[in-house]
């Protein structure tokens, strides 16, 4: 009896996440064929939800295994850059909705081994070290895109750190990255409702993969390493295993952004580590380890203060505002303590009240 | 042949001998104390048992193989699970996760089948689900399955560990002051369950604990260990009532 | 002689980043927490001698003096309201973000007050420096300036550290917390210190980024402050010579790459460096190991 009533509590819960995705879905999708939304809006939304998906794989990061991770933009931008590249490359070859699941795979695929490399290294610190670390990761992933020239023509590939010039190329070649001017021409092939359902199947692997037997393994290892390695967990392995698909959300992310914008560039504004900070307020206002707390978080911060314009000059100092308040609040043992204290207190008086 | 068979082992930490040609044989099916006065050295011993530390010199037999050189992942799946002095149980998660998590070598389905909750996941989650509340009804924890471990009262707390431990379906299990901190109620109960534990699972146990009166009534055997060596072994009677053991361990005006 | 003035270009910079190192070094030393905010604290400083400089027409020494009181204040405020409540936390990752927080939170203040447009400082160093061998190396004053100042506050620090009793305070609370606090000695009150030298560094490191660097933006300080961390780091973290040898090297590799390689890989190969480092000694050059306690 007892059994079934947990089972069926935790997968309920994620089902009112996924109900919840599904139902703003719909009402935004009302007000799009309505005409009800502006244009500036319209636009939006993609971008909300694939802010969304980057912070759903980042409290997999930060909340389930237990890592400050500053460097989500960086795997954004491999899983923007590879998958915008094999678009570019296929478009015409390949009939458009293959294509785009293709490119996916490609965007997730690279994200994630790139996430698994950079694990390698990074795993093995923790705490400070480890957020520095992820950081300095993605700023030089950003940074090496950046500076990239790739062609192809007749010959071949052409790789240039310098110039244009320098690919020495034939006239009749492809550019695919022009170094800091990005990469231009990627089919728009991504839109709010493949958006969202990426974002449900975001939520589906996360969610899934935290009810099982390797989101405890991961779980363990954040609250004891000790006694996880004491009842045999396989630390490493498991860690690797959380960070690399925590990359390859963010991959995923990344191929709905470059299959929504005319010029994509590895530029700090999109790929910075200011970026992964914005995605970190996400998860921390949500609820670290909350994964329906980091998509209503990433929603509705992000278009809150588009929606009240007169907001917009303050956002960002309110919500740093309300992330210090929030973590002390949340974690200062002498806040705990006294919230203890208070509640305990009011839950007596409702008692004495009742009695 | 011993289950348990440790020679000289030695650790120094930068000069300090904090373990010496520690030397220990446990027989299979044996409830055995580790005793001597605080910094003895009996937490070290459970390092270097489980591969937290690595000793300098000695080696360490389990059931004939060797596994000085083991990791403590190792040497958990070699059949050595323990207990920690200050408890370290996984706060975040519920009671019976806590199990069940220590049930992941026993059960198996891939990443795959736990992301998209498909294949054997339902009947493996099933299955772990039976046999872990079955290890928590050995500690009569099977009522508070579903608190969150951290919010368990300490005697509970102490219990879910070694609950957590046993799960992993150890040949030994090493248990670091079980009875710290517990009420004399508490440890008799404690005493009842761990005597079940090598009576009805056959799990042999080495325990170290300050409580004489648990060590008086349920080991058969000790070792007696100050400043880092063994100052006397045997039976627990004979160890008990060797004067040099009780000066060393009460003190000379006792 | 166009290495020889690009070394020297490094080295300055490098004084730079040592001098924000040492602040950064003394703070996770001693405090044993990351402020990721002091590269922050370092635009605060730039912001108030433009103000109190080019705005109020103040002599640059003075508004120097004002923005060193003023970070410390800021920086004795922030520890207090801040990081005090969180340092026994159960997640070491709480003071972190808060941390992230602070930097978020002065950031926006900055551009809130100052806005977003790129403000020309003026060097609070007016002498133009020296021309050696016969003009082909030319040394700007900023730069002599830079190096000499950050050998004086290494001086003073190791001196500090070792010589006063606040000093051996310090040493006692960075080795274990907990002994210095039975020992008599005041830990609050050698954090906060702590913290008031590292952002009083961080006013001076200010004035100095921006004579050399003369454009200021509420970001200004960030990029340095990460940097100046890597380099505590190459140092060898909670090390004070070794965050003045980590500042050094770092400068000088990343004016030597931005000049020889790639002014856009400048920052990657700096970054780099740090990855390379805690891979092969993550100790650091002169950092010390430490184990856990099972």
Known sequence: ?????????????????????????????????????????????????YYAIVAVGLNLCVGILGELSLG????????????????????????????????????????????FLVGIPVLRLNGDYLA??????????????????????????????????????????TVLINGAMGVTGTPHDANFTIAVILLLFALVIVQNFIDSKDGRAVMSIRDNRIAAESIGIPVTSYKMLAFTISAAVAGMAGVVFSHNIATLQSTSQYFGYNVSIMILVYVVLGGIGSIRGSVIAASVLYLLPELLRGLNKYRMLIYSVVLIAVMIVNWAPGVIEKRTEFFDRIRKGIKNGAA | MALLDVKDLSITFGGLHAVEEFSLSIEKGQLYGLIGPNGAGKTTVFNLLTGVY???????????????????EEINKDGIARTFQNIRLFHKLSVIDNVKTALHREFEYSTFEAM???????????????????????????????????????????????ARAMATGPKILLLDEPAAGMNPNETAELMETISLIRDRFGITILLIEHDMKLVSGICEHLTVLNFGKILAEGDTKEVLSDPEVIRAYLGDDE | MSFLTTFVNGLSLGSIYAIIALGYTMVY?????????????????????????????????????????????????????????????????????????VSYFLENLALLIFGADTKSFSSVITWS??????????????????????????????????????????????????????????????????????????????????????????????????????????????????????????????????????????????????????????????????????
């Open chain 1, 1 to 49: 009896m007892k059994k079934k009533i947990n089972i069926s509590k935790t997968s309920s819960q994620r089902l009112i996440t996924y109900g919840m995705v599904i139902a703003a879905w719909i009402i935004l999708e009302i007000f799009l064929h309505t005409g009800l939304m502006s244009s500036h809006l319209e636009g939006l939304l993609v971008p909300m939800a």
């Open chain 1, 72 to 115: 989500h933009a960086g795997f954004m931008c491999v899983g923007a850059f590879s998958s915008a590249l094999f678009s570019l490359l296929t478009v015409g070859k390949i009939p458009d909705g293959l294509r785009f699941i293709l490119a996916l795979f490609v965007g997730v695929l690279f994200s994630a081994l790139v996430g």
């Open chain 1, 132 to 173: 520095i670390v992820t950081l300095a990761f993605g700023e030089i992933i950003k940074n090496i895109i950046n500076a990239l020239y790739l062609g192809v023509d007749s010959k071949g590939v052409h790789v240039s750190f310098e110039s244009l010039m320098a690919l020495n190329m034939e006239p009749e070649g």
């Open chain 2, 54 to 72: 690595k000793p300098t010199q000695g080696s360490i037999i389990l059931d004939g193989r060797d596994i000085t050189a083991h990791s403590t």
């Open chain 2, 116 to 162: 998209f909750h498909c294949g054997r996941y339902a009947s493996v989650e099933r299955e772990m689900e039976k046999k872990a509340i079955e290890i928590l009804k050995v500690f009569s924890l099977d009522t508070v399955s579903s608190i969150l471990s951290s919010n368990l009262p300490y005697g509970q707390q102490r219990k879910l560990e070694i």
């Open chain 3, 29 to 101: 030393g001693i405090a044993k927490m990351l402020n990721f905010a002091h590269g922050d604290f370092i635009m605060v400083g730039c912001y108030i001698i433009f103000l109190f400089s080019s705005n109020l027409g103040l002599p640059p020494f003075i508004s120097i003096l004002i923005a060193v009181v003023l970070c410390t204040v800021l920086g004795i405020t922030t520890e207090r309201v801040a990081y005090r409540p969180l340092r026994n936390a159960a997640s070491p990752l709480a003071v972190l973000i808060t941390a992230i927080g």
């Open chain 3, 129 to 294: 420096g020296l021309s050696l061998f016969n003009g082909e190396l030319q040394i700007q004053g900023i730069t002599i300036v830079t190096i000499a100042v950050s050998l004086l506050i290494l001086l003073v620090l190791q001196l500090f550290v070792h010589k006063t009793k606040e000093g051996q305070a310090m040493l006692a609370v960075s080795q274990d917390r907990g002994a210095a606090m039975l020992m008599g000695i005041d830990v609050n009150k050698t954090i906060t210190l702590t913290f008031a030298i590292g952002s009083a560094l961080a006013a001076v490191a200010g004035a100095l980024l921006a004579s050399a660097y003369p454009s200021l933006t509420p970001y200004t300080g960030a990029m340095p402050g990460i940097k100046a961390f890597v380099a505590a780091v190459l140092g060898g973290i909670g090390s004070i010579p070794g965050a003045m040898i980590g500042g050094l090297v770092l400068g000088i590799i990343e004016i030597l790459s931005r000049t020889y390689i790639s002014s856009q890989l400048a920052d990657a190969i700096v970054f780099g460096i740090l990855v390379v480092v805690l891979l092969v000694k993550p100790t650091g050059i002169l950092g010390k190991k430490i184990q856990e306690k099972v």
